[in-house]
């Protein structure tokens, strides 16, 4: 089988140089185009060059429609508004969407849900394997405690994100909600400031730290009476995402269209 044509989005960011790098060093898959945003100062540079592996007669682009011509998949982890422009496109061309971008509303949702009626989407608050699985244990371990053990999920990023509580921290809180067989929307804690009272049995709590280079840290803590069951994660490289995202396309590529989750390619929901 040819190499799988990838096309990464916001190339010039940080994690659109990491991508690029993960595509130009996994086997089985090529870099086909990469795309910024207009005015960007990686516009017309060679993606290679700019992600430090050498040239390969890529430039990055503002031409997302041009990019995406006998593309096979989009590994985007860019901003909601964005994602859904580059979920339109790939819904077009009926070919891969591997979304790891985060902060989406429930109407953002909805359009990525249709969107998957023609592209195969894979979405996740996180790609990474550590992560995933984490989900998976935590999900066990709050339907194995239940209600008595308080859920607290603690998580922290560098300085210039811009959403809070992360999609992780997200992913995380819905592995708790699932186990205990409730709605996040209605449980959860996002803050806590002034005389709040004492805490409501069953909710969810969620804190956000945010500072320096932090690549992510996040902690779900389950305090009972007596003891505290703490399961964390820790990711000390971005390329972790990038590397999970390559996974996803890979995994992605000849399925039929609908919509997935790292743990579905990871074969968590098995």
């Known amino acids: 089988m040819t190499d799988m044509k990838?096309?990464?989005?916001g190339a010039g960011g940080r994690m659109g140089r990491t991508l690029i790098r993960t595509v130009a060093e996994t086997p089985g898959v090529r870099l086909h185009a990469a795309i910024d945003r207009d005015g960007a100062?990686?516009?017309?540079?060679?993606?290679?060059?700019?992600?430090?592996v050498g040239e390969l007669g890529v430039p990055v682009t503002t031409d997302a429609l041009k990019a995406v011509v006998d593309a096979e998949g989009i590994?985007?982890?860019?901003?909601?508004?964005?994602?859904?422009?580059?979920?339109?496109?790939?819904?077009?061309?009926?070919?891969?969407?591997?979304?790891?971008?985060?902060?989406?509303?429930?109407a953002d949702e909805a359009a990525i849900d249709a969107a998957a009626r023609h592209a195969t989407i894979v979405k996740?608050?996180?790609?990474?394997?550590?992560?995933?699985?984490?989900?998976?244990?935590?999900?066990?371990?709050a339907r194995a405690l239940g209600p008595d053990f308080d859920a607290?999920?603690?998580?922290?990023h560098h300085r210039l994100k811009v959403d809070a509580p992360s999609g992780t921290a997200l992913l995380l809180?819905?592995?708790?909600?699932?186990?205990?067989?409730?709605?996040?929307?209605?449980?959860?804690?996002?803050?806590?400031?002034?005389?709040?009272?004492?805490?409501?049995?069953g909710t969810v709590g969620f804190a956000t730290l945010r500072g320096g280079s932090v690549v992510g840290d996040h902690t779900v803590m389950f305090a009972g009476a007596g003891e505290r069951i703490e399961l964390r994660h820790i990711a000390e490289d971005r390329s972790l995402f990038a590397k999970g995202a390559v996974r996803a396309a890979l995994w992605a590529r000849?399925?039929?269209?609908?919509?997935?989750?790292?743990?579905d390619v990871l074969g968590l929901n098995d």
């Open 6 to 9: 990838l096309v990464v989005t």
């Open 41 to 52: 100062a990686a516009i017309g540079q060679d993606a290679g060059l700019l992600a430090g």
């Open 254 to 263: 000849g399925r039929k269209p609908g919509r997935f989750t790292m743990a």
């Open 75 to 106: 590994l985007d982890f860019t901003a909601p508004a964005a994602t859904l422009h580059f979920a339109e496109l790939a819904a077009q061309a009926r070919i891969v969407h591997v979304i790891g971008t985060t902060g989406c509303s429930e």
């Open 152 to 156: 607290e999920i603690l998580e922290m």
């Open 124 to 141: 996740s608050g996180n790609m990474s394997v550590g992560v995933n699985l984490l989900a998976t244990l935590v999900e066990r371990a």
């Open 173 to 201: 809180g819905e592995a708790v909600a699932r186990g205990r067989n409730i709605d996040l929307k209605d449980k959860s804690v996002r803050s806590r400031d002034g005389h709040t009272g004492a805490r409501v049995e």
